[in-house]
T-cell receptor, first 111, second 115 residues
C-alpha cells in the first residue's frame, strides 16, 4: 500500500536558519502530494501542494518540489521564524479520496 | 475550501462512558472522514462517513466502538464508546471538496482525555 516517510524530529533551528524537512513516498501511479502544518493546540492546515511531477508548491515562504525520480517532496524554507514552530506533515492522495500521512516532524525555532 | 466546526473542542471523560463528537460543514460536501491523532503521533483514518449509509471503517476500527452517523451532506457525528485511557486522542473531522486536487480540509479537532 501507499506510505509516506518523514525525517524524525524534533528539528531545532535558530531564527533565520535554512529549513529542510525530508519526505519520501511509496505509491503506485501518480499521487498528489501535500504538506500540512499543525500549530500548537490547533487542527491541520494545508500549507502547499503539488499534483504532478516537477510541480513546485509554495506558500508563506515554504517550497516543495514533486520529484518523481526520487519519490520525494522535501519541504524547504530559506529563513525560518519563531512563528513557524509547529508540526509538519507530509501526505499523499493516490487517486482515492483519503490522505495517507507521514509521521510528522516537529519544528522548534529559537529566537 | 470549507469551514468545519467541531464540538466539543475538548473534554475530560470517565472510563466506561461514551462521547459523541459533532462535525458541521458550511457547505455540502461529498466526502467526510474521521481521523484519530494519538498523543505525539500522526493521523490515522478511522472511517469514511457515507451519507445515508453505514460508514466504511479502516482496519483496526469497528462500528461498535466508533459508531458514525451522517444524516446529510453537511453534518456527521462520531461516538467513542466505552472509553478507556487508550482512547485519549485528538479526533479530527475532515472533508474533501469536489473539483479540488485531493486535499482535505480539517476541523480544529476534539481533544479527549479519558481518566
Amino acid at each position: 500500500g501507499d506510505s509516506v516517510t518523514q525525517m524524525e524530529g524534533p528539528v531545532t533551528l535558530s531564527e533565520e536558519a535554512f529549513l529542510t524537512i525530508n519526505c519520501t513516498y511509496t505509491a503506485t501511479g501518480y499521487p498528489s502530494l501535500f504538506w500540512y502544518v499543525q500549530y500548537p493546540g490547533e487542527g491541520l492546515q494545508l500549507l502547499l501542494k503539488a499534483t504532478k511531477a516537477d510541480d513546485k508548491g509554495s506558500n508563506k515562504g515554504f517550497e516543495a518540489t514533486y520529484r518523481k525520480e526520487t519519490t520525494s517532496f522535501h519541504l524547504e524554507k530559506g529563513s525560518v521564524q519563531v512563528s513557524d514552530s509547529a508540526v509538519y506533515f507530509c501526505a499523499l492522495n493516490n487517486a482515492g479520496n483519503m490522505l495517507t500521512f507521514g509521521g510528522g516532524t516537529r519544528l522548534m525555532v529559537k529566537p | 475550501s470549507a469551514v468545519i466546526s467541531q464540538k466539543p473542542s475538548r473534554d475530560i471523560c470517565q472510563r466506561g462512558t461514551s462521547l459523541t463528537i459533532q462535525c458541521q460543514v458550511d457547505s455540502q460536501v461529498t466526502m467526510m472522514f474521521w481521523y484519530r491523532q494519538q498523543p505525539g503521533q500522526s493521523l490515522t483514518l478511522i472511517a469514511t462517513a457515507n451519507q445515508g449509509s453505514e460508514a466504511t471503517y479502516e482496519s483496526g476500527f469497528v462500528i461498535d466502538k466508533f459508531p458514525i452517523s451522517r444524516p446529510n451532506l453537511t453534518f456527521s457525528t462520531l461516538t467513542v464508546s466505552n472509553m478507556s485511557p487508550e482512547d485519549s486522542s485528538i479526533y479530527l473531522c475532515s472533508v474533501g471538496v469536489m473539483g479540488n486536487t485531493g486535499e482535505l480540509f480539517f476541523g480544529e479537532g476534539s481533544r479527549l482525555t479519558v481518566l
